[in-house]
């Protein structure tokens, strides 16, 4: 027989009751987590910004660790937006441990967030202390991967040199045409008003291309004059968003994008440091994050001894920065990757091999190749050397299946930094490189599988490095803490 449920007026729930907004969670509620975490934090650094005080002015409008569990708790819950968090304040259940049923405005937590972005790193570092007292941190590798995050941008307004150039003649021409018709109706107000808004727009393209022209010089430092034609013309600055970078999407497609790229230990896959910028250059950032995450864990007394990353991180410069700072730095390289996924491209190939100890190169049809040469590569920014062998190249059978050169014979061009960057592929291939390299897929790409699928959050809302960067970090801190109750399935040792 189907239950039916009784009337308010039955159940005597008509009557007025108080609440209690501590007793409404178990005490298993993952807000009950944050609420005990954010309680112990220093929170100087977030108050020194306010001017409190007797006769001062300045105090803070909402207590800052009530802004915090807001905050924190919000993207915990996969709030993002802060309209969707002012809401929630006043009118989730959850949220009443925090707020007592009290709304907190949308602009008060964009402003909270906006004012202490150098401060909220300080929490990042609370929850890498806490993972290692809950002993969740092995401090075996640090595991590093990198995946782009949409900018809150329009793709429609990505302009190059060229364009910008082009739609700045085009306003330009407007300009004069309305500007010889003012002279002959001078009190038109519809003429008067285009002429205003073609003038805000000149005067936009032109910081448009100041901006476009200073990223353009800071990738083009000590580079080839034909690479920094071919950057010119391939470099962008967006018009919502100008940090933002044009990024090839995995479906083929391109977005404005950031690149966010994380350090992660394996142990609980807690996150230990993590970058985003707009430039799509991950060797770059490879040994810069690791030396973040050895100064973050500094008060724990620990470092990280090597470094396990795909083949985006093992360019031949970057092996060589890891071994000038006497760090291993594990990883497949892109010419091995491309072997391995089509070896019918490698088949009755003539290969060449760079012997270090001897300084020469090995043809795989038994000729030996010497040092003829070497100069700087302002692109690849490193000394290139020159291998030559006239004779073994006049004398060989196979000449033209190996070069087309009209001189005669094969010159084969060897990075310095190139024995690195085998050293790095030897200690991939090896067992115990294979072991930690097998462990990298989940332990360094699980946060950015958890952020995008089951957090669906796949664009940046806010615009600006800066603001982006101070993003990209509360969701490593909710990440951290989610990944510490889980471990401890709630058990967790709270720091005093």
């Known amino acids: 027989m189907a239950n039916y449920f009784d009337s308010p007026d039955l159940c005597a729930d008509g009557e007025f009751r108080t609440i209690h907004y501590r007793s409404l969670l178990p005490e298993e509620h993952p807000a009950r987590y944050i609420d005990r975490f954010v309680s112990g934090l220093d929170v100087s650094s977030f108050e020194a910004r306010y001017k409190v005080g007797p006769g001062q002015k300045g105090r803070a409008p909402k207590d ?89 941008a329009s793709k429609k307004k990505n302009y190059t040199k060229k364009k910008l150039k082009a739609k700045k003649e085009r306003l330009s021409k407007r300009l004069t045409e309305v500007l010889s018709q003012l002279k002959e109706q001078d009190t038109s107000e519809e003429l008067q008003s285009e002429k205003k808004s073609i003038e805000n727009k000149l005067a936009q393209l032109g910081m448009f291309q100041e901006e476009l022209q200073a990223k353009i010089n800071a990738r083009t430092i000590d580079k080839d004059a034909s690479k920094v034609a071919k950057k010119e013309e391939g470099t962008v600055i967006n018009g919502t968003d100008s940090d933002s970078d044009l990024m090839r999407q995995k479906d083929g497609s391109f977005a404005a994008s950031y690149l966010k ?50 083949s985006n991180f093992t360019s031949a410069s970057a092996c060589a920065d890891f071994e000038e700072k006497k760090v291993f730095l594990t990883g497949p390289t892109r010419s091995h990757e491309n072997q391995v996924r089509h070896p019918e491209k490698y088949t009755d190939t003539i290969t060449m091999k760079y012997d270090e100890s001897g300084h020469c190169v ?30 073994a190249c006049v004398g060989c059978q196979r000449l033209r299946d190996c070069t087309k050169s009209k001189n005669g014979y094969r010159r084969v061009k060897i990075n310095i930094n190139s024995p690195a960057q085998t050293r790095t592929l030897e200690r991939y291939k090896n067992p115990e ?17 958890d952020l995008k699928k089951n957090g669906s959050f796949t664009q940046l809302l806010r615009r600006g490095v800066s603001k982006v960067k ?27």
């Not at 049809?365 to 302002?378: F, M, N, P, Q, T």
């Not at 101070?470 to 005093?496: F, M, P, Q, T």
Request: charged letters at 25%; proline letters at 1%.
């Open 433 to 449: 490189g294979q072991r930690l390299y097998k462990k990298r897929s989940h332990v360094a790409e699980t946060f950015q599988g």
């Open 64 to 152: 800052t660790k009530l802004m915090l569990k807001v905050i924190l708790y919000a993207i915990f819950s996969r709030m993002y937006s802060a309209h969707r968090i002012d809401y929630a304040t006043e009118h989730y259940a959850d949220f009443w441990l925090f707020t007592y049923g009290k709304r907190i405005s949308h602009d008060k937590i964009s402003d909270f967030i906006n004012k202490h972005e150098d401060d909220i790193h300080a929490v990042f570092l609370e929850t890498i202390y806490l993972a290692h007292k809950n002993n969740l941190l092995d401090f075996s590798a640090l595991y590093q991967d990198g995946f782009f995050l949409k900018a809150n």
């Open 261 to 310: 790229v994380t350090g992660t230990d394996s142990k609980a896959d807690i996150v230990i440091a993590s970058d985003i910028d707009g430039y799509n250059d991950e060797s770059h950032k490879a040994l810069p994050l690791f030396e973040q995450a050895n100064e973050n864990c500094s008060t724990i007394g620990k470092k990280y001894p090597q470094v396990v990353a795909d």
């Open 362 to 391: 090995h043809c795989s049809e038994g000729a030996v190749l010497y040092e003829s040469e070497r100069y700087y590569d302002k692109h690849k920014q490193a000394t290139i050397m020159t291998f030559v062998n006239k004779e």
């Open 470 to 496: 101070c993003d990209s970090i509360i969701h490593d801190i909710v990440w951290n803490l989610r990944r510490i109750l889980s471990a401890k399935e709630g058990k967790v040792v709270w720091c005093s």
